[in-house]
Structures are given as structure tokens and as C-alpha cells.
């Protein structure tokens, strides 16, 4: 980043620089585009959750950058100073139509149309993902620009959620279509094959993603403002006024579409240099809280079995490709996905401010529903995973749908068994109380005794004891208590084949 805010806020969009001079900080992406008359994306519930806005945003990736895909409704347009997007009309127009186009008319893929640019903006960028590869069998088959041979109806697809040609359907789990239906989208999706060598997207990536500007813009009432360092964030964090941080606004985004939310003074972390820092040493490692939930998996690559086991189940890839687990803990939900996993795996905060820097463990952070011991000058800087990993972990998800959705329950474990007897036990609940909880009393009733059927079952009454769950509209405090108990003999079930397989 330079050093000085940017007077004129510009953006690219399809190859074109717009202006976003007198645009309003609240005024999300998606507003914005379709002000400017580029109406392909939609607004079906502006909160992230079908995908009817998703575009594409050019993002670094090394020495290169990559196309990826985000929910357009959630976050601020001004956001955006610098940086570059193409949406559905600007994949294809009246010249010719871009291939997942093609493919997405070919195979049926679309009846309504409100739901399809949508569709095929996520579908694009895994279309130009960098490391798609098709299947070994398919290898010659996919290396036109279109096509992969393949007929409507016909089970050619190499597991239950990848294709042939390396299409990962969890592209397009934050997508909803309600008329359609989802076979002949999946059957365009597995029926591309790669970007030609002329195709101007593909050839992008070869080039830096434009840096994130320093940016400021107000109307007088409500500023937006994007620091140039950390320290100028907090220096904004400290100042009397109410101040937001927002960085994938996948919280903020929805108070302000659905609750009209409109905070004095706006500040995006989410480009910050250190806040996206990852390192691995000898007895931690430690996670920028400002890198998106996409970016951790794949730096981490599996790593931290019981954070890629969260990974796929955590809303929807157009979701993870902005949220952070600062904002996920900064929120201080009781029902979000991140805290359980990450209590189990007794992580750590490192908190900053002007004042210097503290760290806190994460057991201690929660106080109260939405409440944390974080005061209002300090931000999370990052998540401390102490090392080593414990041998065993699971990380269960009820919820009413498997993918993209909020879960019920929650329970994570990281449990280390030696000689068939349970040496240390790590449990963290989400769900079933005003915060999310260390399973403290079921970890005593675990630790030093062995990993018998019967020790579980004594250890699942004290789990299902836990919390002060309550009834909903997601789920009953019963049903609550029930999933906890069965969470951990499931847990049992599936660790203890895990010895017998040994």
C-alpha cells in the first residue's frame, strides 16, 4: 500500500475504471454495480447465503493473482478502491459467449436466469483455478477449451464432489438455484475443461492482482476508511468516535442490508500486511486474523486435521473466500463454527492496540453472549495453535443441511489415547450456551481413564449436562443435549475403529 489515501476512488470492473466518488460507505458492491446499469448480478437475500451477486475479484497469488469469487451484497462498495471485479457481463457478451456460458445453455443449466449469472461467476472461478487438474483417465479428453465428453445423465464424476476434470462442486455450495435444479448445473460444471491460451482471464492471473489503496471517503456522517498500516488502524480503533472493523463483512454486510446498520466510521483490516501473516514454528502456529478462511486452508494444506475438517463445513466457499477468524471471533457468536474448533485445539489471541500487545487464551476471551475481554481499542491480530496436535480430533456440525448453514450444535475434539487409555481430552461446544464453551467437567471424566464404550457413555451424560442450552427455531434445548451426547459417542465409534485399523 502507498502511504497516502486515495483522493479519487476508482475501480475496475470488465476492463473498465468507474468511479466511486460521493458513494455512500454502506453502499454494498452489489448496489453499486447494478447502479451502474450491470443488473446481471442479483439481490435474492442479501446476506450471503444464494449466491445470486456473487462476481469476481481479482486477488494476489503469488507472484500472479487469481480470479475468486465473492458475495457482492455484503461488502462496501468503497471497499474495493483499486481493485478489480468482472461480473457476469463480463465474461461474455454479444460476440460470443464465455464457455461456462456455453456449457451452462448446452446442458440446461438455466430456466428463470435470476439465478445464473451467479452461478456462472462461481463456476468461472473454478474454471480458472491454477490447480484444477482433470482426472488421469480424462487427461487427453480436457484439454480443449470447452469441453469434456460427457453425456446428460451419465455418473462420470470421480467421487460424489469433484469431476473429471477437477471441478470441486464446493465452488458452488453457496449458489441456490429454486427452479432449475442442480443436475444439468453440475453437469456444465464437469463438463469444462481448461481456459484456452488466448482466453484474456487466464492470461490475468500471469499478472499481479492490484494492491489494496489506502482509502478514504466520507459524506460528512459516515466514512469509510481503509489505513495503510496496522498501526494507523488502531490508532482509528482508539480515537473516541464508534468505529467498525470490517474485513470480509460477512457480519457487518447483513446488519446493513437487513437492519439498516449504518456505523459513523467504517474500517477495513482485511488487506493489511500484518494481519495476513502465516507462521509455522517448532511449538505453534500462528494465523494472521485478517487472511480469509480460503487463504488458511490452502497455505495450511492439512496441517491442522481438525481446521480442515471445519473448513468445508463453514458456510459456503463465497463466504470463506472473505471471512476471517478475526471477525468470526470478533463477533463473539455464540454459534460460530470457528470457536469450537479452535478451543479444542487450545488456541490463543494475541490482542493489539497502541498500547502494545497481550495474549489470551481463547477459553478466557468469551464473557458474556457477544461480549469478549477484548477492550475497544484492540483488535485480534492473530490465532496462536499451540503444537504439538493432538492425535485424535472431530469436528461435528448439526445443523439442517450438511453445507452452508448454521449449525445447532457444534463439538470439536482433540483427544490423545495412548495404550487404550485417554491421556488428555479437549472438547469445545458452540450452540448451547451465550458463548461458546470449554468442555471442562467431560474432560475430567475422560482424562486417565480408557477409551472403553463405557467410559464414553459416562462421559457423554456429563457432555450432554453441559451449556444452558435453549429451544429455537433451529432446534429444541433436548435435542441440543442429545446431539451432544451423541457427538461423543460417535467420537468413540469412530476412534476406536481408528485403533483397530492400526
Known amino acids: 500500500m502507498t502511504n497516502s489515501p486515495s483522493q479519487s476512488p476508482q475501480i475496475t470492473v470488465n476492463g473498465t475504471r468507474r468511479s466511486l466518488a460521493r458513494t455512500p460507505s454502506y453502499l454494498s458492491l452489489l448496489d453499486y454495480l447494478r447502479g451502474q446499469g450491470l443488473t446481471g448480478a442479483k439481490e435474492g437475500c442479501a446476506e450471503g447465503e444464494c449466491g445470486a451477486c456473487s462476481v469476481l475479484v481479482s486477488r494476489p497469488d503469488g507472484a500472479g493473482s487469481s480470479w475468486v469469487a465473492v458475495n457482492a451484497c455484503l461488502p462496501p462498495a468503497v471497499g474495493y478502491d483499486g481493485q478489480e471485479i468482472v461480473t457476469a457481463e463480463g465474461l461474455g457478451g454479444s460476440d460470443g459467449l464465455h464457455p461456462v456460458q456455453e456449457e451452462m445453455a448446452h446442458r440446461g443449466g438455466s430456466q428463470c436466469g435470476y439465478c445464473t449469472p451467479g452461478f456462472v461467476c462461481s463456476m468461472a472461478a473454478e474454471y480458472y483455478r491454477a490447480d484444477r487438474a482433470p482426472a488421469a483417465h480424462d487427461a487427453d479428453s480436457a484439454t480443449s477449451s470447452t469441453t469434456v465428453a460427457m453425456d446428460t445423465g451419465a455418473e462420470t464424476s470421480t467421487d460424489h464432489e469433484h469431476g473429471p476434470n477437477g471441478f470441486d462442486l464446493h465452488a458452488l455450495s453457496g449458489n441456490l438455484c429454486r427452479c432449475t435444479g442442480y443436475r444439468p448445473i453440475r453437469d456444465a460444471a464437469y463438463a469444462l475443461g481448461r481456459p484456452s491460451a488466448q482466453d484474456p482471464l487466464a492470461h490475468r492471473r500471469s499478472e499481479p492482482a492490484p494492491e ?291
Open 212 to 502: 489494496a489503496v489506502p482509502t478514504r471517503v466520507t459524506d460528512g456522517v459516515h466514512e469509510f476508511v481503509r489505513p495503510s498500516t496496522l498501526h494507523e488502524a488502531m490508532t482509528l480503533l482508539g480515537d473516541d468516535r464508534e468505529t467498525r472493523l470490517v474485513a470480509g463483512s460477512t457480519d457487518w454486510g447483513v446488519a446493513a442490508n437487513l437492519l439498516m446498520a449504518r456505523s459513523p466510521v467504517l474500517v477495513a483490516i482485511d488487506r493489511l500486511h500484518e494481519l495476513r501473516e502465516l507462521h509455522e514454528g517448532p511449538d505453534h502456529v500462528e494465523i494472521g486474523a485478517a487472511l480469509t478462511l480460503s487463504e488458511i486452508e490452502r497455505r495450511l494444506d492439512g496441517r491442522v486435521p481438525l481446521l480442515a475438517e471445519l473448513f468445508p463445513q463453514f458456510a459456503s466457499r463465497l463466504i470463506r473466500n472473505g471471512a476471517t477468524l478475526g471477525g468470526n471471533l470478533g463477533t463473539g457468536s455464540p454459534i460460530g463454527d470457528s470457536p469450537p474448533v479452535l478451543l479444542a485445539l487450545e488456541s490463543q489471541l494475541v490482542l493489539a492496540s497502541t498500547r502494545g500487545e497481550r495474549v489470551v487464551p481463547l477459553a478466557d476471551y468469551f464473557t458474556g453472549y457477544r461480549r469478549t475481554i477484548r477492550d475497544s481499542d484492540e483488535l485480534i491480530k492473530a490465532v496462536r495453535i499451540p503444537l504439538p496436535l493432538a492425535a485424535s480430533a472431530a469436528f461435528h456440525k448439526i445443523a439442517k443441511r450438511r453445507f452452508d448453514d448454521i449449525s445447532s450444535v457444534a463439538v470439536a475434539f482433540a483427544v490423545d489415547i495412548e495404550d487404550g487409555v485417554v491421556r488428555r481430552a479437549r472438547i469445545g461446544l458452540g450452540g448451547v450456551a451465550a458463548t461458546p464453551l470449554r468442555a471442562y467437567e467431560t474432560e475430567a471424566a475422560l482424562e486417565g481413564r480408557p477409551w472403553t464404550l463405557q467410559t464414553a457413555q459416562a462421559a457423554a451424560r456429563v457432555l450432554g449436562a453441559t451449556g444452558t442450552p435453549m429451544d429455537d427455531h433451529r432446534a429444541s434445548s433436548r435435542y441440543r443435549a442429545a446431539m451432544l451426547r451423541t457427538a461423543l459417542l460417535k467420537f468413540h465409534s469412530q476412534t476406536a475403529t481408528q485403533e483397530v485399523d492400526a
